[in-house]
């Protein structure tokens, strides 16, 4: 019997799902979770060999959790639940990424069960998650981070820039200082339809916190705020565009 849990911030989605999924003798589901962060942390206690989670939610898009999961948890099989068009939907069937279209129904559910059955434990692709990154776009408020011995969210409004250092992204916040083995492009990435532009090769940075140009010379600019005291440089090719975009 299959193990699972599903994520979606929808309850009544949740609640249809929740009376599909029992009429499935081939499923057990141990968890149904609105909370992203609370679905990704039940995964090491129940251990599910599927998640079932929706694209589309509030705080993140469900690539972006799917990736979490994944990296956490490789042996997990992730099954999307989307409201996306079947233009949209041809970008899951080229990564060979399974999905419910909702609204759900009873046929389409059993057929991916038994889709399931026939990967025999392989979970899903990480690199085809990724390639739907370019084919969706995200939408992130929060972005989960490695703390210590947990994994928590920070909200993007709390951060003020990414910075590179001696091979680790250094995540700069108001109280705390936070670091990440991803790369500093892989962030950029994640944060292209949000207000964050790399100014320099070292440096990516929120714009909504920027408050003032810091002019050293006619090519030389640091940009500052005006919660912290940090600055952080803009490389030659920047100053300009991202004057412009600043309207400096």
């Known amino acids: 019997m299959l193990r699972a ?29 609105t909370n992203p962060l609370e679905g990704l942390m039940s995964i090491g206690t129940n ?14 898009s469900g690539i972006y959790l799917a ?41 389409r559910f059993c057929k991916c069960i038994d889709k399931i059955y026939q990967y025999d434990g392989k979970g899903t692709n990480v690199d085809n998650i990724h390639n739907l990154n370019y084919q969706f776009k995200e939408s992130l408020k929060k972005l989960f981070i490695d703390n210590k011995d947990e994994t928590i969210l920070v909200k993007l409004d ?18 705390k200082t936070y670091t990440s ?10 944060l292209q339809n949000s207000n964050f532009y790399r100014c320099h090769r070292s440096y990516l940075v929120n714009l909504d916190k920027v408050s003032r140009f810091i002019c050293f010379s006619r090519n030389c600019y640091d940009v500052g705020f005006d919660d912290i005291k940090d ?18």
């Open 5 to 33: 849990i599903v994520i979606d911030d929808e309850k009544a989605s949740i609640s249809q799902f929740n009376k599909i999924a029992k009429q499935n003798s081939k499923v057990d589901l141990l968890g149904a979770f």
């Open 47 to 60: 251990k599910p060999n599927v998640v079932f989670l929706d694209i589309n939610m509030p705080e993140m």
């Open 67 to 107: 990736e979490q999961i994944i990296k956490l948890y490789p042996k997990t099989y992730i099954v999307f639940i989307t409201a996306y068009d079947e233009y949209a939907l041809k970008a899951f069937e080229l990564n060979a990424m399974d999905y419910l279209l909702k609204p759900l129904t009873q046929e």
């Open 158 to 175: 709390d951060i003020y820039y990414f910075e590179v250092m001696d091979k680790t992204v250094i995540i700069r916040t108001m109280p």
């Open 181 to 190: 083995s991803n790369s500093l492009k892989y962030f950029e990435t994640k």
């Open 231 to 248: 600055t952080i440089p803009v490389s030659k090719s920047n100053i300009g565009v991202i004057q412009k975009i600043l309207e400096y």
